[in-house]
């Protein structure tokens, strides 16, 4: 049986798999930053819900980037975990 790790470092090693991760880099990168809000709050899910006046799966599926989040309700998530909504855009590097 591999591991995870294992199964992980030989699809890293597929240009497929690298191409359709990188694709979900943005997702990732708000899951996680979804996470490290509620986690700074020192607060549980079900907390969260409570406080945005939804249920606990809604935030599971936050959190779990599935769906696509309106800007009104990441600002109600940041105002529920006692941050800010900050969004920004950057340039990509050129290709050559």
Do not use: C
Not at 46 to 69: H, V, Y
Request: glycine fraction near 4%; aromatic fraction near 8%.
């Amino acid at each position: 049986m591999s591991s995870i790790k294992t199964l992980g470092d030989k699809w890293k090693q597929d240009p497929e798999f690298l191409a359709q991760y990188d694709a979900l880099e943005e997702e990732f990168a708000l899951a996680a930053a979804l996470i490290e809000a509620r986690k700074h709050a020192n607060i549980t899910q079900t907390e969260l819900a409570e406080r945005m006046e939804t249920s606990q799966a809604s935030i599971a599926r936050l959190e779990g980037f599935k769906g696509n989040p309106s800007v009104r309700t990441l600002r109600r998530y940041a105002e529920a975990t006692g941050t800010r909504l900050k969004i920004i855009f950057e340039a990509t590097p050129t290709k050559r």
